[in-house]
């Protein structure tokens, strides 16, 4: 099994900055994609951003030039730094892993983390 541990969320008033963390940890050979989507209430989850193992990188349009997602494939950590952010980013924010593969195991996976609360007063 893996665990997706995410940490950084908060309050934080417009135009601030945050930085979002995830860290992957269990039995991991190797991490395609991770990434961080989003969700309101009321609203369906959405991309945020993702970046595969290679460095491809894809952002919703939204968050284009606002937010950066880079990787430490060595650490299987993945962060989100926020900045300008706008009260429309107010969310739970979670974490994912996609085409997880475990040693010794056949297949690949995909991981949520449980989420972080991220708060944006007008």
Not at 23 to 28: F, P
Not at 49 to 60: D, P, V
Not at 74 to 90: C, F, G, I, R, W
Request: proline letters at 2%.
């Amino acid at each position: 099994q893996v665990q997706l541990v995410e940490s950084g969320g908060g309050l934080v008033q417009a135009g601030g900055s945050l930085r979002l963390s995830c860290a992957a940890s269990g039995s991991i050979f190797s991490i395609n994609a991770m990434g961080w989507y989003r969700q309101a209430p009321g609203k369906q989850r959405e991309l945020v951003a993702t970046i595969t193992s290679g460095g491809s990188i894809n952002y919703a349009d939204s968050v284009k030039g606002r937010f950066t997602i880079s990787r430490d494939n060595a650490k299987n950590t993945v962060y989100l730094q926020m900045n300008s952010l706008k009260p429309e980013d107010t969310a739970v924010y979670y974490c994912s892993a996609d085409g997880v593969t475990h040693w010794g195991s056949r297949g690949a996976y995909a991981y949520w983390g449980q989420g972080t609360q991220v708060t944006v007063s007008s």
